[in-house]
């Protein structure tokens, strides 16, 4: 896909994703899009936020996460997009002391998304095709549609005033399809930081110009399982034990497991830094039997490193996608701590999550009444699509199909662009 500076126009496709974000626009003339470069020269925006403590300053994306690491006083805010369809989006949090809306946070991002792709476009833009997972929440129409209805919202306040969703895995098909030469009946699997979607598309070169495609488009499916969840299960498996998850108080009763629920989900990890929760800490740490694992929660909560463990814990999930065993560092809550991961602990603790994805995809493919070996490609997109077990269980659903790798972080946003430049030329 080429990659030259866009020209002209007013549209772009946007990827608001869980982890990272992206933006593309057509290159005029050419009939191709090209992904923005959108922090220094990198193609991804991650989805972070870091509020400065001692002034206003805000600092986005790489540059968030490198001022937390740092170690300067303030805010980190991750998997925004978590918030939609919850509760939660409807709430507030307290940042340098004042309320901060959670829509307000959103608007905020995202309209620093659009000013960055502005500047890499050299125009502004004023409509957009929007990335939205196949379902929001799972189950619940009426929640699903206020949750895109909050989007929407959001992409107003930031300055987009015309807007049109597509689903993210049909996106990536787009993107696709500008790379194949004859007809394919492709499964289009993107697993996401939040959430994991499914489409079974037929694409064609014949087929990508044309407006409408919707008779392509035989089903589409998705659970709301992400790269984000991977995380948190391999955190409670096998760390959060080393801070007290599990082990017994005095009394013999287990210890309550809110708070490490709560450090290893990445958009509740600041709840574990409130007066309430430090008094059940200390609380807890007088009746535990095991004081040298509640001493690490301990300092893990008088150092505010929740985001710098989960962040521990995404590098070794990638480690454990490429290798059978890796190993992390713990100690800035325990000096000297290691903790030797091995693959095969990562995959009993995901299990039952690739067991929903697996559900899905076989959902699917009844819904379309097609069976396994109809099915010409598999195109993996997502970042949390090399995970090795679920690669596995897929290939194992459909042993025929050809399996097709695309750029797990900047498909979906070439397919919006591309979608983009269709709907709005």
């Not at 800490?281 to 985001?307: C, F, P, S």
């Not at 697996?358 to 993996?380: I, P, Y």
């Not at 042993?399 to 498909?411: I, Y």
Request: proline residues 3%; hydrophobic residues 45%; glycine residues 10%.
């Amino acid at each position: 896909m080429a990659r030259a500076l866009p020209s002209a126009g007013a549209a772009c496709g946007i990827d608001f994703g869980t982890s990272n974000s992206t933006a593309g626009c057509a290159i005029a003339g050419s009939g191709q899009v090209a992904l923005l470069a959108l922090e220094g020269d990198k193609l991804t925006l991650p989805s972070v936020v870091f509020f400065h403590a001692e002034d206003a300053h805000v600092s986005y994306g790489r540059a968030a996460l490198a001022d937390y690491l740092a170690g300067y006083e303030g805010r980190l805010m991750r998997s925004l997009k978590s918030l939609l369809g919850t509760p939660l989006i409807n709430e507030q949090t307290e940042v340098a002391g004042r309320a901060l809306p959670f829509r307000t946070l959103l608007a905020q991002f995202i309209g620093e998304l659009k000013h960055r792709a502005e500047q890499a476009a050299g125009q502004t833009f004023s409509r957009a095709v929007i990335g939205r997972p196949v379902f929001f929440v799972d189950g619940d129409a009426a929640a699903d549609r206020q949750a895109e209805d909050t989007l929407a919202g959001v992409a107003r306040a930031a300055g987009l005033s015309e807007i049109a969703f597509q689903y993210e895995p049909i996106a990536a098909a787009f993107a696709y399809e500008s790379q194949i030469t004859r007809e394919e009946l492709v499964l289009v699997v993107d697993i996401g930081g939040g959430t994991s979607d499914f489409a079974l598309v037929r694409l064609a070169p014949q087929r990508a110009g044309r407006a409408e495609r919707k008779d392509d488009i035989l089903a589409s499916s998705g659970v709301h399982i992400g790269g984000t969840d991977f995380d948190k299960h391999l955190s409670l498996a096998s760390v959060m034990p080393l801070l007290g998850l599990g082990s017994r108080l005095k009394s013999g009763l287990e210890l309550p497991s809110a708070q490490y629920f709560n450090l290893a989900t990445w958009h509740t990890i600041n709840f574990a830094y409130t007066k309430k929760a430090w008094v059940q800490i200390t609380e807890l740490y007088r009746e535990a039997r095991e004081k040298d694992k509640l001493l690490r929660l301990q300092n893990l909560v008088t150092e505010r490193a929740g985001h710098w463990l989960a962040m521990q814990v995404e590098i070794a999930k990638i480690a454990l996608s490429a290798s059978t065993e890796t190993q992390m560092d713990l100690g800035r809550i325990d000096p000297g701590q290691q903790l030797v991961l091995l693959r095969a602990d990562f995959d009993r603790a995901i299990t039952h999550l690739v067991d929903s994805v697996a559900l899905s995809v076989t959902g699917l493919l009844r819904e379309a009444g097609l069976l396994a070996g109809e099915v010409d490609t598999v195109f993996f997109t997502g970042g949390s699509s090399s995970v090795p077990l679920l690669r596995e269980r897929i290939a194992a659903l459909l042993p025929q199909a050809r399996r097709v790798e695309g750029d797990l972080f900047g498909s979906i946003g070439t397919g919006l662009a591309l979608d983009a430049m269709r709907k709005f030329a």
